[in-house]
């Protein structure tokens, strides 16, 4: 990790779920809390230091989140996959989102980069 790199969390949301806005809010919780717990100490301390920014992106559906999880592992950068639990609207196991960081901004970019903004 760069010591004067600004650092950031991303959630990305698999779209293809057409979640309620109440769902989707909670899953994004879950990804943001997840990938916080696997996150490195001085990475997390960093981060909050700095406002706890983080981004919400799209992803086309739970493929895509594969992908951009297996991006960041070769990246050697922290992340968690976080799937439904099944107890309302969703199966047991769906993939609902992708957490990542915190980590440096230039680090999570190249992985995530080229994403859209959650509309």
């Known amino acids: 990790m760069e010591w ?3 650092m950031k969390q991303v959630i990305v949301v698999n779209t293809a779920l057409q979640m309620s806005c109440g769902k989707l809010a909670a899953q994004v919780a879950h990804a943001s809390v997840g990938a916080l717990l696997v996150a490195e100490r001085i990475a997390v301390e ?3 230091s700095e406002g706890m920014p983080k981004i919400v992106l799209e992803a086309a559906d739970s493929a895509e989140l594969l992908t951009l999880y297996e991006q960041a592992r070769a990246k050697l950068l922290l992340a968690q996959i976080i799937q439904d639990a099944g107890k309302t609207v969703l199966e047991p196991g769906t993939i609902t989102c ?5 980590a440096s901004v230039d680090s999570i970019d190249a ?5 859209r903004l959650l509309r």
């Open 98 to 102: 992708l957490g990542m960081g915190p």
């Open 111 to 115: 992985v995530t980069g080229k994403l």
């Open 46 to 48: 960093r981060w909050l």
């Open 4 to 6: 004067g790199a600004q």
